[in-house]
């Protein structure tokens, strides 16, 4: 059974810095695209960034120069390091994992984090 578990996230102020984990048990995820996903108070989900089993990575425009995605195939962990944060950024963090290396279907989720940046 595949299972995602997020750890971090916080409260910070504005031009802080925070960085949120992910860890995947169940399958090793190398070579699956790996993703981060937000969803703020009255607004719909949206895609953050990825992270492919290639290691190339891609981001939301808003986020791009700021948040920096990474992953440790060792450690069957993803990170989202999340710098000059701004208020827009605060929402309920989720990680995503897809079910397929052919095709990018994320179909495990992790529990979601909370991300706070105060003005």
């Known amino acids: 059974q595949v299972q995602l578990v997020q750890s971090g996230g916080g409260l910070v102020q504005t031009g802080g810095s925070l960085r949120i984990s992910c860890a995947v048990s169940?399958?090793?995820?190398?070579?699956?695209?790996m993703g981060w996903f937000r969803q703020a108070p009255g607004k719909e989900r949206e895609f953050v960034a990825q992270?492919?089993?290639?290691?190339?990575?891609y981001y939301l425009d808003s986020v791009r120069g700021r948040f920096t995605v990474s992953r440790d195939n060792a450690q069957n962990t993803m990170y989202l390091q999340m710098n000059s944060l701004k208020p827009e950024d605060t929402a309920l963090y989720y990680c995503?994992?897809?079910?397929?290396?052919?095709?990018?279907?994320?179909?495990?989720w992790g529990q979601g984090t909370q991300v706070t940046v105060s003005s």
């Open positions: 995503a994992m897809s079910s397929t290396t052919t095709a990018v279907r994320y179909e495990y």
């Open positions: 169940g399958r090793t995820f190398s070579g699956y695209t």
């Open positions: 992270t492919a089993g290639d290691g190339s990575t």
